[in-house]
């Protein structure tokens, strides 16, 4: 009979797949899961949404992400909410991009470039599907749409796990992710 076990252990040796929990101060306790593993660091995505929030108190995308008040939120608000011993270790935290979530597909073409191979774990939508406070719901990616098609949008991923793009005044989940340097 071939079985799936998960169990616990402490390990220095990190795969993609292994999780942790993470307890933000102010949030909750949370799993997270690496995603991609390098000489340099671990890549960890929350399984869960962790709060809504707008990309934008305005309804504008200009300066894409790096410019955003999520990207303000995330690096003054989520990352003093981690444990010192991980804080201390964390080298950026961001969103994750569209070409992490699904790849270059069709879609991929309304919104602004990354050069990001898509995760392993999110070719299956299930892995795409997030909850926050128990009820299904759609959370934000960092590609800004193209100028031609909205600037006021922002990539989401839908509760079905599926894509599309929403304005960026609306409150959408926060799905982070974060290197963790080894």
Known sequence: MK?????????????????????LSGFGKFTVTAQRVTDKGILFLFDEVIAQHPMNETNTN???FDTSDMCRWLRETVLPAFPEKLRTRIREITLPTYGEIFGHDDFY???EPDNDEQFELMKRRGNRVCDFEDDWCWW???????RS?????????SHYGNTNYGNASYSDGVRPEFWLVK
């Open 3 to 23: 079985v799936t076990r998960k169990v616990q252990f402490k390990t220095n040796e990190i795969c993609v797949g292994d999780q942790i929990t993470v307890r």
């Open 62 to 64: 200009e300066g894409g």
């Open 109 to 111: 073409e309304n919104f």
């Open 140 to 146: 934000w990616l960092r590609n800004a749409t193209k």
């Open 149 to 157: 098609v909205s600037s006021a949008s922002f990539a989401l991923v």
